[in-house]
């Protein structure tokens, strides 16, 4: 009964859900870097034109960055602060900023 106790006490806390949220979206944004850098990119740098590169890391960090950002913002939105009433643009403007 201690357990059930203490799980329903965390749930209830604020702080703790929200840095559950981030240790996801870190996850998240780790395992999508992975995942681009070696099995999609293969590696490889992105030739957008002759003049012109875009490396591998970069373009894995872009999209890991995005990934991570908004699952943050959703796993926050909904299970961190639930009871807000301004829509939801207006608070994915805010959360980036």
Not at 10 to 26: L, W
Not at 76 to 81: A, R
């Amino acid at each position: 009964m201690q357990i059930d106790s203490l799980i329903k006490q965390m749930y209830h806390n604020k702080v703790i859900r929200y840095f559950f949220s981030a240790g996801t979206a870190t996850v998240v944004d780790i395992v999508v870097y992975f995942v681009m850098f070696n099995y999609i990119l293969h590696k490889e740098d992105l030739d957008v034109n002759p003049t012109f590169d875009i490396t591998a890391p970069t373009i894995a960090l872009m999209c890991s960055y995005t990934a991570g950002l908004f699952t943050n913002f959703f796993i926050t939105k909904f299970f961190v602060f639930k009871a807000s009433n301004i829509r939801t643009r207006i608070q994915f403007g805010r959360f980036v900023l």
